[in-house]
């Protein structure tokens, strides 16, 4: 396993114990995780939390979150990519994504197959002081929904936006 970046000696420890547990939670042998993987920061990274690139057995972390996370969020990032990897060398190409074979391989991990994590989750620790402004809508059903500047922004100027619930027009509240 290649780490590329400053990473230190304790996190790449940790790193490489996450990765092992998911190969053996998926019954792959330890020669595999150590040919070829690549880790490393990536500092553009300021949307996404990390990025498995199955093809080229390499993970980017964003740096921007692994400085603000919890090591708990840590975790459940490294095991989500690296369970990524372990789908596309069990099932090969179909297995890129979030589909079956990913969700397979998350629940023998014993993670929650979820394909992305949500915000609100990390909101407190990563997006603090520069989430994008939300403003509140609602449609002739009742749902209410969150909308960006730019949605507004559209919906002022006489935009057509519909629910995802009743596929009515959404009102700006």
Known sequence: MQFNGNFSVEEKDLIYRWIVDCCLANNIKSDWFDEGISISFNSRKKRILALAYSRSKRIEI??????RATLIQKEETVK?????LIAY?????EAIGHGKFFKQCMRKCGLT??????????????FKGWRQRRYAATCSCGYTIEVSGRVRAN??????????ACHGLIDLV
């Not at 060398?89 to 190409?93: A, E, H, I, N, S």
């Open 89 to 93: 060398f069990l099932f090969g190409p």
């Open 113 to 126: 197959p979820e394909a992305y994590v949500k915000s609100s989750d990390y909101s407190n620790v990563v």
């Open 155 to 164: 919906i002022i100027r006489g935009g057509a936006y519909r629910c995802f």
């Open 80 to 84: 989500h990519e690296a369970c990524h």
């Open 62 to 67: 964003s740096s921007f979150f692994w400085e």
